[in-house]
């Protein structure tokens, strides 16, 4: 039997190991905080007030550990964040930051927290707008292995989840503010209209992808889940614009973006079942492990939006059935939640101890 390890000793140990973590923090952790921030929304829809609440409150820490992570990895691996931003099948998970922010700031507005809302709203729109510019330069143009299109995946989706997540929260505060809601209602437009084209050609270049290049079930990761949430985020964003009050720019596309919602909403349910058999393929006709990965939010996060997005659509549009699916598909989320949650902090502890055991 070993010696027990010395309290300072066992700090040693638990710094390196944190320090390692960080090192290898992954760029799309943030899906966490998107996550469990959509489930406190989907709760709060479903009038389970003090579950939503307390999502709300464990998505708070959670962004604030992550921003003190991230933080942490740009100040002393930087170089480690620009091998992330040079490889295309990581750098778009860089997008998570934007979309975990807006995703809290819409849940804090929902609760008349308009002011700490309004500065998520600057600090994603910001984010949204220097990585939307310079993630597919580094990751896509400049990358220097051709072709680059092998190399597409599920997380070039985020880009738009993190595109429309800036039009949701504009869209949130704007009921709520007493000046600024043309320009909010400008920005909740603008973002939901390049949303729209992106999806449109970040599906074309995955499909290709999938269709030209060899595809394994090694390569069929969770992230794929993304193209799923990225229609469900954009009906969301859609119903509230279409509830926005009388705008320039509300009153000029409501009527589309309305219709657009509802073709959105038919998209995305219509790739759920691929994406369960897809699944199964890997892990049940293929064996490919299933363990705990970061990547894993990146499921959870689409179906809770799934939820939300029925929700929000069957409202805004008067769809009752929508809004029925919508109801249900929220509690399957939050049970999945549980799942990847325990597993996570399952994960974290093991690796903890193994540190311990081997420091």
């Not at 066992?10 to 960080?22: E, N, T």
Request: charged content about 15%.
């Amino acid at each position: 039997m070993s010696p027990t390890k010395p309290p300072a000793g066992r700090a040693a140990i638990l710094h390196a190991d944190l320090r390692d973590g960080v090192r290898t923090l992954h760029p799309g952790y943030f899906a966490l905080v998107m996550a469990t921030g959509i489930l406190s929304i989907a709760m709060r829809n479903q009038r389970a007030l003090a579950l939503s609440v307390a999502l709300m409150w464990l998505t708070v820490v959670e962004y604030v550990v992550l921003v003190a992570l991230t933080a942490w990895r740009a100040v002393r691996f930087s170089r480690e964040i620009g091998e992330d931003l040079e490889d295309p099948r990581r750098a778009f998970g860089q997008f998570t930051l934007v979309a975990g922010t807006d995703v809290l700031g819409t849940r804090l507005a929902l609760d008349a927290h308009h002011v700490i809302a309004f500065v998520l709203l600057v600090v994603g729109w910001v984010a949204w707008l220097v990585l939307g510019y310079v993630v597919p330069w580094t990751a896509v143009l400049g990358h220097a292995r051709r072709p680059v299109l092998q190399d597409a995946n599920g997380t070039w989706f985020i880009w738009v989840v993190a595109t429309q997540s800036v039009a949701v929260l504009a869209a949130a505060l704007e009921p709520g503010v007493s000046a600024g809601r043309d320009e909010l209602a400008l920005l909740a437009v603008f973002s939901w209209s390049v949303g729209v084209f992106l999806y449109a050609g970040n599906g074309v270049l995955v499909t290709c992808r999938l269709l030209v290049y060899s595809f394994g079930p090694e390569d069929l990761t969770a992230p794929y889940w993304v193209a799923m949430g990225a229609t469900a985020i954009t009906v969301v964003a859609g119903a509230r614009i279409v509830e926005m009050a009388d705008a320039p720019f509300v009153a000029a596309t409501r009527g589309l973006v309305a219709g657009a919602s509802v073709l959105f909403w038919a998209f995305g349910t219509w790739l759920i079942p691929p994406l369960l058999a897809a699944g199964f393929w890997r892990h049940c006709i293929h064996d490919v492990p299933l363990r705990y990965e970061p990547t894993l939010w990146s499921i959870v996060f689409p179906l809770g939006m799934y939820g939300v997005a029925g929700n929000f659509l069957g409202n805004a549009d008067h769809l009752p059935f929508v809004r029925h699916i919508g109801d249900v598909e929220s509690w399957i989320a939050l049970a999945v939640w549980v799942v990847v949650f325990l597993a996570m902090v399952r994960h974290l502890a093991f690796s903890t101890r193994a540190a311990l055991a081997h420091g």
